[in-house]
């Protein structure tokens, strides 16, 4: 009997600056154990980045680190292609093409490109409004089966599949419609000072992220600094978000129900939660921290690997480009 052929899945992070323990809990963990069951294609997206502005030296930077993090993670280049957008042209060319086939309405409908019109409305650009098809390029060019998507993400994902199935009805199936893998076990971790709103690291109060890099004394501290309630008790329930969002945070790592933690800390309060969870994290971070200070020494390795990720990701895409461009009646090159 012949292997069955394992289903392909897309994921693309942006590179800028260090992931948060937010992106890695609720999404990057889950990278990693998506390699066990399908063929995982992953990316930087540095040509989203560009939308803000970016210095270059700093962004050249932050592309590289972020490869480093990403392998230190776990992303295993035996079982994954992992490339760097930018190097594969076919993500641009393809985007163009779907901006022709993608509606004025469907773009302006995006509440993301309304929300960071507001956070950046000196540079509301032409890309900040288009990049839907970008990403509708990054994931139809690899005939992805499935995407995984957080909340903000349900709106982009549904203009792809309609992007597809709409050049898919004009010229016969060309694409595959992607579905979304909505993680079992990512959680959506919350700002430290406001459990109200993402944690992110573009919040300006540093206390209210932690990033994957920190150090434990740092990790400690923000961790001891979380906004909890007056309540003292250590229980998962509506109108204690700051407590919710450390129990997500703990259970994510430890595999344990919200009603086991309930138990580990009946009858104490929240001086002996939080350092608890800070040192899960702490621990959860520290072989990744290791693997990333060997990478990151160690330039000549991740170049090789990025260049030679490019051409396996490009080859994938270039097939898909090329029956587009046939289907449209471009000529042969």
């Not at 690291?201 to 150090?215: G, P, Q, R």
Request: hydrophobic share 40%.
């Amino acid at each position: 009997m012949e292997p069955t052929q394992k289903k392909r899945v897309l994921s693309m992070i942006q590179p800028t600056g260090t992931f948060t323990l937010g992106n890695y809990l609720g999404a990057l963990k889950n990278f990693v154990r998506l390699q066990d069951d399908y063929e995982c294609v992953y990316a930087l997206a540095d040509l989203h980045a560009i939308t803000v502005r970016q210095e270059p030296a700093a962004f050249r930077k932050n592309i590289l680190e972020a490869y480093a993090l990403m392998l230190a993670i776990g992303i295993d280049l035996k079982r994954s292609v992992f490339f760097i957008q930018s190097q594969v042209a076919e993500h641009a060319q393809l985007a163009w093409v779907l901006n022709c086939y993608t509606q004025f309405g469907e773009l302006s409908r995006m509440t993301q490109f309304k929300d960071k019109s507001q956070k950046h409305a000196d540079n509301i650009n032409a890309g900040l409004f288009t990049y839907p098809c970008l990403m509708a390029a990054d994931i139809l060019l690899y005939q992805a089966d499935y995407v995984p998507i957080g909340a903000d993400q349900k709106q982009h994902l549904e203009l792809a599949r309609n992007v597809a199935e709409r050049f898919n009805g004009l010229y016969s199936p060309t694409f595959t419609v992607p579905d979304p893998i909505i993680a079992e076990h990512g959680a959506r971790v919350m700002s430290l000072q406001d459990p109200t709103k993402k944690m992110s690291k573009s919040d300006e109060n540093a206390n209210s992220f932690i990033t994957v890099l920190d150090d434990p004394d740092t990790i400690m501290r923000k961790f001891k600094r979380a906004v909890t309630d007056s309540e003292a008790c250590v229980r998962f329930a509506e109108g204690k978000d700051g407590v919710n969002n450390l129990m997500g945070i703990y259970s994510s790592i430890t595999g344990r129900s919200m009603e086991e933690i309930e138990r580990e800390f009946d009858g104490k309060g929240y001086g002996d939660f939080k350092p608890t969870v800070a040192e899960a994290v702490i621990e959860e971070l520290r072989p990744i921290q290791e693997r990333y200070r060997n990478l990151i020494a160690d330039k000549a390795y991740l170049e090789q690997c990025y260049r030679e990720n490019a051409p396996k990701a490009q080859a994938i895409a270039r097939r898909t480009l090329s029956k587009v461009m046939k289907k449209i009646g471009y000529l042969p090159l």
